[in-house]
């Protein structure tokens, strides 16, 4: 499987630099992995796909068969051999390196619109608390490349200077990863299409995938000690999958059925994939949204950011969240609308994404149940993992 995108040259939205040569990668400060930490913790099993067995003989069914206790059990699992080299990952990790490095003033020209949970582009660290102290989490949030987006956002001259790569790449990971994995659910679930999902998923339509870049900025260990080392409440995301590149900064941990956490490893090769709230609401909750979180790392690992690659998938907007009629694996189960009424996917994503912008709005719309758990959109109530 490789990365066959035509690449599109993109009208420029901010200012190009003097010099056309100021972004090329020989003169950008290159990132570099931190090493892995020595301390011995307590690592998740998870499977992983190897995505050159989909075109093979077979291969699609031994794959699903792969997934088949992931998707409903864990919600957790990586994929190698996606279509993308190691050069082409590790040059967007260097801009992601360069564009955090930018400086505040130049990142600010482009951050997202809170209050209309519009959540593309630059997200400042500090918005939310965490313990006594605020969150040290940056963020850049990139659309597809569609009509619909075209336009809409500025970015810094160092990201237009590479946008038609970040294209190739977003639409790499579309094709490549997302796509392949649709189609393996449906067979998981049995669905007479196997292209049934990947119909609410095309790329030209309108939905709100974004391609991500990520910062978790390092602390001393008075900074660790005031937020609790991180340990806050789990959560779900919100959409169909999301692709994390493998970093070596351990952190994120998974909820297990035992109610345990584990954490998930740096796998060399592979992208990290969890199942989120769409996927789950349309098949009842029969494939898992994934709890996970990320907290503090091994005190080996503190003098190192933690930058994260990745790719946020979802269906059309238009999609309806009901329960997949025609699966007979969630007839068996007997699944139901987690619903009291008709969602369609981007009314959720803004009540969702209300909360998670608006930390204000947040901690009233949580006091308000007093249990644990918040009343979104159509009754359906998310909640906190301790």
Do not use: C
Not at 161 to 166: G, V
Not at 282 to 304: F, M, N
């Amino acid at each position: 499987m490789s990365a066959t995108i035509t690449q599109t040259a993109r009208p420029a939205v901010s200012q190009q630099p003097a010099d056309p040569h100021q972004y090329d990668y020989e003169n950008l400060p290159k990132y570099v992995h931190p090493p892995e930490t020595k301390e011995e913790l307590p690592w998740a099993e998870l499977v992983t796909l190897d995505l050159e067995d989909f075109d093979r003989p077979g291969g699609k069914e031994r794959l699903a068969k792969q997934l088949e206790h992931a998707v409903h059990h864990v919600g957790f699992f990586y994929v190698k051999n996606y279509g993308l080299s190691q050069h082409q990952v590790d040059n967007q990790f260097t801009l992601a390196k360069n564009f955090f490095n930018l400086p505040i003033e130049e990142k600010a020209k482009h951050e997202v619109d809170y209050a209309n949970a519009d959540y593309n582009g630059w997200r400042r660290a500090g918005r939310a608390q965490n313990g006594a102290t605020r969150d040290a989490i940056e963020m850049f949030n990139i659309p597809k490349f569609t009509q619909d987006f075209e336009g809409k956002y500025t970015r810094p001259a160092l990201l237009n200077a590479h946008l038609a790569e970040i294209e190739t790449f977003s639409k790499a990971l579309h094709s490549n990863v997302v796509l392949p994995l649709l189609r393996l659910f449906a067979i998981v679930l049995q669905l007479p299409d196997e292209d049934y999902l990947v119909r609410q998923h095309t790329y030209d339509k309108k939905s709100e995938d974004h391609f991500r870049y990520m910062l978790y900025h390092k602390r001393t260990a008075a900074e660790h000690a005031a937020s609790g080392f991180g340990h806050s409440t789990g959560h779900t995301d919100l959409g169909t999958v999301t692709l994390l590149f493998r970093q070596p900064v351990a952190g994120l941990q998974i909820l297990g059925e035992d109610g345990k956490w584990t954490y998930v490893s740096a796998q060399p090769g592979t992208i990290t994939v969890n199942l989120a709230d769409t996927i789950s609401h349309i098949t009842g909750g029969w494939l898992k949204s994934s709890v996970h979180r990320v907290v503090a790392p091994p005190e080996d690992q503190w003098q190192y950011d933690r930058t994260g690659l990745l790719y946020f998938a979802r269906p059309h907007n238009d999609t309806v969240l009901e329960p997949i009629v025609d699966s007979p694996v969630l007839q068996a189960a007997g699944v139901k609308s987690r619903f009291d009424e008709p969602v369609k996917m981007e009314d959720w994503v803004k009540s969702k994404q209300t909360l998670q912008l608006n930390p204000e709005i947040a901690a009233k719309r949580w006091a308000e149940a007093g249990d644990g758990t918040v009343k979104l959109i159509g009754g359906f109530k998310d909640r906190k993992y301790a």
